[in-house]
């Protein structure tokens, strides 16, 4: 039986299957109240990890979250990352990890999320500008000031993660993954090793049926099931890895109930053959150790 739940840290627990609010429009109007809307309904229906960054609106994604959800329920994770920042001169986004830029967004998300720790904060990305040690330093103070919980990273590599990991503890690492995208295996193997939470975004790219052969693939699967392309592929990540915790993201109620059903989808072995090869050789498709 695939586990359900996870515990970043090894000490907070939160349900696998998450939301990315990546996608929920921020902007006054109807579109907002469907926004507050979604995220309502994602805790309705036992989601318990809920991902948002300082890149997305600028914080107002973060005060979409507080507004629907604040109080926030026993056991809800929002987490968000730093370190992507908009230029005053061009109004251009780019990675920016100068200490003062990482503290001030931190200070911001708390204000915006209305509390007084970050249980997880992720790195968005390391910026090749800025010393890895002067980036995860200052995280690191902030962690010890009793602002931030736990360190994650994003989009990183193997050689990455080590370095970091001689820094600060690691709890999360969030990278794209998805059944037909796994360049980012050797990172994934890696956090399985450390008990590190792997959180694929993209998770269902490649879902759709009919644009490749790939697709087509998931489609006869999620056919025969009764289930969607997209939820065949949530329902291979969860059989993948006991560490990945997905976070697909929508704008729409009914994909959100259609995403969180996929955890009661059950994988055959046979399934697990046809699917496994396709977005790499050999054993990669195949489900790792489960609880």
Same mark, same amino acid.
């Given at each position: 039986?695939?586990?359900?739940?996870?515990?970043?840290?090894?000490?907070?627990? *939160?349900?696998?299957?998450?939301?990315?609010?990546?996608?929920?429009?921020?902007?006054?109007? &109807? #579109?907002?109240?469907?926004?507050?809307?979604? =995220?309502?309904?994602?805790?309705?229906l036992g989601v318990t990890l809920i991902d948002t960054a300082h890149l997305y609106g600028g914080g107002a994604n973060e +005060?979409?979250?507080?507004?629907?959800?604040? &109080?926030? /329920?026993? !056991?809800?994770? *929002?987490?968000?990352?730093? !370190?992507?920042?908009?230029?005053? +001169?061009?109004?251009?986004?780019? @990675?920016? !990890?100068?200490?003062?830029?990482?503290r001030d967004q931190v200070e911001n998300a708390l204000r915006r999320l209305r509390v007084e720790r970050l249980e997880l904060l992720q790195l968005h990305r390391i910026d090749p500008e800025v010393p890895l040690? #002067?980036? @995860? !330093?200052?995280?690191?103070?902030?962690?010890?000031?009793?602002?931030?919980?736990?360190?994650?990273?994003?989009? %990183?590599? *193997?050689?990455?993660? #080590?370095?970091?990991?001689? %820094?600060?503890?690691?709890?999360?690492?969030?990278?794209?993954?998805? @059944?037909?995208?796994?360049?980012?295996?050797?990172? @994934? *193997?890696?956090?399985?090793?450390?008990?590190? =939470?792997?959180?694929?975004?993209? &998770?269902? =790219?490649?879902? /759709?049926?009919?644009?490749? /052969?790939?697709?087509d693939a998931i489609a006869g699967v999620a056919d025969e099931l009764g289930a969607t392309p997209a939820q065949i592929s949530l329902a291979w990540l969860l059989d993948r890895s006991p560490v990945i915790l997905p976070i697909p993201g929508t704008a729409r109620i009914d994909h959100l109930e259609e995403n969180v059903a996929a955890a009661d989808l059950r994988l055959t072995p046979a399934h697990h053959e046809r699917l496994g090869g396709l977005g790499g050789p050999g054993p990669l498709g195949q489900p790792a150790a489960q609880a």
């Open positions: 039986m695939t586990a359900t739940m996870f515990r970043i840290g090894g000490d907070l627990s *939160v349900r696998r299957l998450g939301f990315g609010a990546m996608r929920l429009p921020t902007e006054p109007g &109807p #579109d907002r109240e469907a926004s507050l809307g979604v =995220a309502r309904r994602a805790v309705e +005060e979409l979250l507080a507004e629907a959800l604040y &109080p926030y /329920a026993d !056991g809800l994770l *929002v987490t968000t990352k730093v !370190g992507v920042a908009r230029s005053a +001169e061009t109004g251009e986004w780019g @990675l920016d !990890g100068r200490p003062d830029v990482l040690a #002067d980036q @995860l !330093g200052a995280l690191r103070e902030l962690q010890t000031a009793g602002k931030v919980g736990r360190l994650g990273l994003s989009e %990183i590599t *193997v050689a990455e993660l #080590d370095q970091a990991r001689e %820094i600060i503890d690691v709890v999360s690492v969030q990278n794209r993954y998805s @059944l037909v995208d796994r360049e980012h295996e050797p990172v @994934l *193997v890696a956090c399985e090793a450390a008990g590190i =939470a792997f959180l694929p975004w993209r &998770p269902v =790219a490649g879902a /759709a049926s009919g644009a490749t /052969a790939e697709s």
